[in-house]
Every structure is written in C-alpha cells, then in structure tokens.
C-alpha cells in the first residue's frame, strides 16, 4: 500500500437510494468494502490529514480472493467513484464508502445477546419494579405495572425507549448503556430542534397533534388519548426518513435556551438519570396550546425561577422570555 496527498475536489454525481441499493446488493461489492475497511484505507479529513491509503487493484483483489480478473474489475468498477475512490496510487474508500462500513460494524453482533434483567431503579411514574431488555437493537426499559410513560404510542409498559447498535452493548452493563443511551437519545433531540437529521445532516419536518379534550391528572393518563401529554410531536427528515414521535415536552429539552437554563439549576438534561428526565417533565415542564396562529407555550420551572418558550407549528422557535 502507499499513502497520496489528496485534494478534495471531486465530486459524486447523483446516486438515488435504489441505485444505491442496487449497487451494494452484491456479496464481492461488500467485500471489496470489508477489505478497504480493515485495510485502514482511510478518506481525507476523517483524522484532521489529507493523507488517505490506498490500495493496488491486485493486492485488492487477491485480499477479496476472486480469481477471475474480468469479475472483479467489474464489480469494482460498479463501487467507484461512489463508494470506491480510484487514484494513481490505487483505491480507497470515498467518505460514503466509510459510512457504510461503520454502519455495518455498528449493527454488527452477537445474535443471543441476552440483555435482560430487573432494575434496581424503581418506576419513577408508580415506584413499581423495572426490567430493561434488548431486541432487535432497540433498548428497553419497562415497569412491571403501569401502562408507562408513552402510553398506546409504545409496547405496554414502556418508560424509556432507544435505538441501540449491538456492536458494544455485549461489553456493557444495563447501568452504562442505559446511560449512553439517554445522551444518544437527547443528542438526537437537540438535532432535531435544530431542523438537523443526526443521520443524514438531512432537513428535518415537524408535524404536531394536539389532543383537544386533554384530561390527564395526577400523573395519570388522559382517558381520550391514551398519554400523559397533550401535544405530541413527529419530527423526520425530509431525506432519509429518520423520525422520532414524542411528547413536546421531551423536544422543548433539546431547545438551546432550555438545556442551559436547566444547567443553570444543576441539571444536565443531555445526560439525565431517569428519575431526573421523568420528573422534569411530570413537574418542571408544563404546556399550553393556543391557535390562529398556532403555538404551543411551554413554561420551565425549577423553584420560583421561570424560563418560557414559544414554538409554531413546525417547531420553530418563536419566542423566549424568563
């Protein structure tokens, strides 16, 4: 192998998502993309370097170990200038190359990972006993009682809910993934309020439901909807589709004025325990819908000290006052 300066001024032409998924719906394709991976055939910038690696087309083929020339050049010709980037050196993975390895690594594990256990943290909803279990990469935390926090939204029971990759969990006690998992989450909440997919650096589209005979008291939930929040809120991105439908109250926490209002009281809300994020929104956070036009008003409190803040239809900001 040899390293190059590169420069970064190519350019992908358009690939669709079938196209995509057309090119990399091929076992030696992959391949190729396996071995430039472990390779550390790496893309300029990813470590502050315009230096990247590269690799010949005969040692690459001979590492894929496909004899016929013709059918790998072939299959390798498919992957560039998309996936695979062609210097006179030799090839390397472009930056799409590298986000489909490291998004195969991250899913990759275990298939028997057995995840489950009783917490010693209690349901901070009805102080019941709590389980967290793992499957189909989802994290999952549930009471043993009540209906949980996000009601018909969720399987029964649910208190906290996350998308997990099973490549690390397996090293990993239920404490520190739970933990991880919350940051993971609320990262994800401030993307989102920013108008940013965490995914795809995507824009992102709101859409809001209100229920309107809201009737949900002492903690418990409303007899029309099923939940414990009048407004609830889909955020998703206009590209690659990745969404979350949550309480307004759980995205008003990724505001920038909330995060560092709540931070001013001592509550670091993109890393919160799950008593603190349950008891935040049950007794810290309290909403009011108003229309034509259309905002929802959502009141921070931590003793006598107030922070206000006023979002349109599409979860924009609008106001803030304290």
């Not at 970064?8 to 071995?35: K, M, Q, T, Y």
Request: with cysteine; aromatic share 6%; proline share 4%.
């Amino acid at each position: 192998m040899s390293e190059t300066h590169l420069t970064p001024d190519l350019e992908l032409d358009g690939l669709s998502p079938e196209e995509a998924f057309a090119v990399l719906g091929n076992e030696i394709r992959l391949d190729i993309i396996r071995v430039l991976w472990h390779a550390d055939a790496t893309h300029q910038y990813d470590e502050v370097s315009d230096i990247a690696e590269t690799m010949s087309f005969s040692e690459l083929r001979r590492r894929v170990d496909l004899v016929d020339n013709g059918q790998f050049n072939y299959h390798l010709s498919q992957l560039c200038p998309h996936f695979v980037r062609q210097t006179e050196d030799g090839y390397r993975l472009s930056g799409a190359g590298k986000q489909i390895a490291r998004t195969v690594i991250a899913v990759s594990g275990t298939g028997d990972i057995d995840f489950s256990a009783d917490l010693e943290e209690r349901c901070p909803l009805c102080d019941a006993p709590m389980t967290v279990t793992y499957e189909d990469q989802w994290l999952r935390v549930s009471c043993t009682d009540c209906d949980g926090q996000f009601g018909d939204e969720t399987p029964r029971g649910s208190v906290f809910l996350s998308n997990y990759p099973a490549a690390t969990i397996a090293n990993q006690t239920a404490d520190e993934a739970l933990r991880i998992g919350f940051y993971r989450c609320m990262l994800d909440n401030a993307y989102l309020m920013h108008g940013i997919c965490r995914e795809c650096a995507g824009a992102v589209s709101a859409s809001v439901s209100v229920c309107e005979d809201h009737q949900s008291r002492a903690g418990n939930p409303c007899p029309d909807c099923g939940t414990r929040s009048q407004v609830w809120v889909e955020q998703r991105c206009d590209t690659c589709r990745f969404a979350k439908h949550l309480p307004v109250e759980v995205f008003v926490m990724g505001l920038t004025p909330v995060i560092g209002f709540l931070d001013q009281h001592g509550i670091d809300v993109l890393a919160p325990s799950l008593e603190e994020i349950v008891d935040i929104l049950q007794h810290n956070i309290e909403t009011a819908v108003t229309k034509d036009p259309f905002r929802v008003t959502a009141t921070v409190a931590n003793g006598t000290d107030e922070l206000t803040v006023m979002l349109d239809g599409e979860m924009n900001l609008v106001d803030v006052k304290r």
